[in-house]
């Protein structure tokens, strides 16, 4: 049975950082996908990133409000992934969700939450003084 489960969620002030993980167990997603998404009280749920195996390595994705604060990173081998939050904003409060697919999605599908098979339960970050 797949399992994923997200830690690392809290309050933290408008500027500060925080990391976020997320396990997945019960089979490899080693050459798969894994993405981060969120959902903002009465918002839709949205993409915030992705790691893909590409071959060599992997690859990652943004979406553009958080290019240049938010990475996403992988252990090797592993089925840990990582979103790493700097300079948070009050709008990057939402509930924040993993996502696991386990094999390689192409970049548009990788941004649509329709064509992971396997959910976490969410972690809530909330940014405020």
């Known amino acids: 049975q797949v399992q994923v489960e997200e830690s690392g969620g809290g309050l933290v002030q408008p500027g500060g950082s925080l990391r976020i993980s997320c396990v997945a167990s019960?089979?490899?997603?080693?050459?798969?996908?894994m993405g981060w998404f969120r959902q903002a009280p009465g918002k839709e749920r949205e993409f915030v990133a992705a790691?893909?195996?590409?071959?060599?390595?992997?690859?990652?994705h943004y979406r553009d409000a958080v290019k240049g604060r938010f990475t996403m990173s992988r252990d090797k081998g592993e089925n840990t992934v990582y979103l790493q939050m700097n300079n948070l904003k009050s709008e990057d409060t939402a509930v924040y969700y993993c996502?696991?697919?386990?094999?390689?999605?192409?970049?548009?599908?990788?941004?649509?939450?329709?064509?992971?098979?396997?959910w976490g339960q969410g972690t809530q970050v909330t940014v405020s003084s």
């Open positions: 790691i893909r195996w590409s071959g060599g390595g992997y690859s990652t």
């Open positions: 019960g089979r490899t997603f080693s050459s798969g996908t």
């Open positions: 996502a696991a697919h386990s094999s390689r999605l192409i970049l548009s599908s990788a941004w649509n939450g329709d064509y992971y098979d396997y």
